[in-house]
């Protein structure tokens, strides 16, 4: 099955995602890998569909209080933008400190991780679901993380950077914090499992009796607590093994439609920017002579590299909405831009450092409350963001609000 085949590029399938949840179904189930979980969070990432959207698809068949478990998950991702929206660039960046100094975890991924050769079924089928769908369930992640820096000494932005690279849905404040969460930096404890929580949770398949995880919670805490051995890199071992890593793009395949800026398009015109965090329907308040222009700013893709599956995954779904796409750097963007009438965009912190100084930009659509102090835990940020809402439907007329 291919990417396209498990995640079609488009708002029909997210919708028809969201007309299949059961919330009772998912919060019976979600922590086991083949439980009721939505698979929507490709569409959330890439804004294919907004959070009040999903929650008013669900609640339309299913009435929620809003404490219930399918809403307090959708409050996660707003969470982590949260985090975001106030430490910036701070969340690349420990934000306490974990079981063992910075310094007692390695910079570098061992190649039999990145190869799917550990030996350990838990985490090679994880990182082979990884590269041939895009995708990993969140459990699946958590042991992941927690494998790779508590068992193998990783340090955690090492591989929050490689697994954010493979994801269709990675979001970096949703994907690093979470990293943090799992490694002991950004919670007050490290998250650890062992071979009786796969068994519980995954199919047969995955589980990993005999395996370094099949230890007691304490052995495994004390094996965290160690620092790494210092030595030969299990790097070497592996250096003869054909690589099955999927290779990184800074910059779309150029058979997928996309050339470069003319101003002479735009000249006079107003123009709409649609970015791959904006792929939902086209405003209904666009003037009727827009131009629609998809863009590609190679200065965050640069830095952030994807797969070639993400990549096609966001312009396939782009070009439903526009013909034209571009792709450059700001500053050629920008003075490609410079004779439009007015260029406008949706807001969006993956762009922040360029997007404002090529568009006006309005405001993401948020399903809760904009909390105005930093709040260092979830449970802080829920008990602000949910408070006063008995039912999810009152929380979605609230924000209706010409207060919100």
Same mark, same amino acid.
Not at 8 to 15: D, E, G, N, S
């Given at each position: 099955?291919?990417?396209?085949?498990?995640?079609?590029?488009?708002?029909?399938?997210?919708?028809?995602?969201?007309?299949?949840?059961?919330?009772?179904?998912?919060?019976?189930?979600?922590?086991?890998?083949?439980?009721?979980?939505?698979?929507?969070?490709?569409?959330?990432?890439?804004?294919?569909?907004?959070?009040?959207?999903?929650?008013?698809?669900?609640?339309?068949?299913?009435?929620?209080?809003?404490?219930?478990?399918?809403?307090?998950? %959708?409050?996660?991702?707003?969470?982590?933008?949260?985090?975001?929206?106030? @430490?910036?660039?701070?969340?690349?960046?420990?934000?306490?400190?974990?079981?063992?100094?910075?310094?007692?975890?390695?910079?570098?991924?061992?190649?039999?991780?990145?190869?799917?050769?550990?030996?350990?079924?838990?985490?090679?089928?994880?990182?082979?679901? /990884?590269?041939?769908?895009?995708?990993?369930?969140?459990?699946?992640?958590?042991?992941?993380?927690?494998?790779?820096?508590?068992?193998?000494?990783?340090?955690?932005?090492?591989?929050?950077?490689?697994?954010?690279?493979?994801?269709?849905?990675?979001?970096?404040?949703?994907?690093?914090?979470?990293?943090?969460?799992?490694?002991?930096?950004?919670?007050?404890?490290?998250?650890?499992?062992?071979?009786?929580?796969?068994?519980?949770?995954?199919?047969?398949?995955?589980?990993? +009796?005999? +395996?370094?995880?099949?230890?007691?919670?304490?052995? /495994?805490?004390?094996?965290? @607590?160690?620092?790494?051995?210092?030595?030969?890199?299990?790097?070497?071992?592996?250096?003869?093994?054909?690589?099955?890593?999927?290779?990184?793009?800074?910059?779309?395949?150029?058979?997928?439609?996309?050339?470069?800026?003319?101003?002479?398009?735009?000249?006079?015109?107003?123009?709409?920017?649609?970015?791959?965090?904006? /792929?939902?329907?086209?405003?209904?308040?666009?003037?009727?002579?827009?131009?629609?222009?998809?863009?590609? %700013?190679?200065?965050?893709? @640069?830095?952030?590299?994807?797969?070639?599956?993400?990549?096609?995954?966001?312009?396939?779904?782009?070009?439903?909405?526009?013909?034209?796409?571009?792709?450059?750097?700001?500053?050629?963007?920008?003075?490609?831009?410079?004779?439009?009438?007015?260029? @406008?965009?949706?807001?969006?912190?993956?762009?922040?450092?360029?997007?404002?100084? %090529?568009?006006?930009?309005?405001?993401?659509?948020?399903?809760?409350?904009?909390?105005?102090?930093?709040?260092?835990?979830?449970?802080?940020?829920?008990?602000?963001?949910?408070?006063?809402?008995?039912?999810?439907?009152?929380?979605?007329?609230?924000?209706?609000?010409?207060?919100?």
């Amino acid at each position: 099955m291919t990417m396209l085949d498990t995640f079609p590029p488009t708002r029909q399938a997210a919708l028809a995602r969201v007309t299949a949840v059961s919330p009772g179904d998912y919060a019976r189930s979600r922590n086991a890998i083949e439980g009721a979980v939505t698979g929507l969070s490709p569409y959330i990432t890439h804004g294919l569909i907004s959070l009040p959207e999903v929650l008013d698809g669900v609640i339309a068949k299913y009435p929620l209080d809003v404490q219930h478990k399918f809403v307090f998950e %959708l409050g996660w991702r707003e969470y982590f933008r949260h985090v975001w929206a106030f @430490r910036g660039e701070g969340i690349f960046e420990s934000l306490r400190e974990g079981l063992l100094p910075q310094t007692s975890y390695s910079a570098l991924l061992p190649a039999d991780i990145r190869q799917a050769a550990t030996g350990v079924p838990v985490i090679d089928t994880s990182v082979r679901s /990884l590269y041939a769908t895009g995708y990993l369930h969140n459990h699946a992640r958590m042991w992941l993380a927690s494998y790779i820096v508590h068992m193998r000494k990783v340090h955690w932005r090492v591989a929050a950077d490689w697994l954010y690279a493979h994801l269709l849905d990675g979001d970096l404040a949703s994907n690093h914090l979470s990293w943090q969460w799992v490694a002991g930096t950004g919670s007050s404890k490290p998250y650890l499992f062992n071979a009786d929580n796969v068994a519980r949770y995954s199919p047969a398949s995955w589980h990993s +009796s005999g +395996s370094v995880i099949d230890q007691s919670y304490e052995a /495994l805490d004390r094996l965290a @607590r160690q620092p790494m051995r210092r030595g030969r890199t299990e790097n070497d071992a592996f250096a003869q093994i054909a690589m099955i890593e999927p290779p990184l793009l800074a910059q779309p395949p150029s058979d997928l439609g996309w050339t470069r800026p003319e101003a002479a398009v735009v000249a006079g015109r107003e123009v709409w920017l649609v970015h791959p965090w904006n /792929l939902g329907d086209l405003p209904s308040s666009l003037p009727a002579n827009t131009v629609v222009i998809g863009v590609f %700013l190679i200065d965050f893709h @640069r830095a952030w590299p994807w797969s070639e599956r993400r990549w096609r995954f966001v312009a396939s779904r782009m070009a439903e909405l526009t013909a034209l796409r571009w792709q450059g750097d700001v500053a050629t963007l920008g003075a490609a831009l410079q004779g439009a009438a007015q260029v @406008r965009s949706v807001d969006e912190p993956h762009l922040a450092p360029w997007l404002a100084s %090529l568009a006006v930009c309005e405001a993401a659509v948020e399903l809760f409350p904009a909390i105005d102090r930093r709040c260092d835990s979830f449970s802080q940020w829920w008990t602000r963001a949910s408070r006063g809402f008995a039912s999810a439907s009152e929380l979605l007329v609230a924000r209706q609000s010409p207060a919100w």
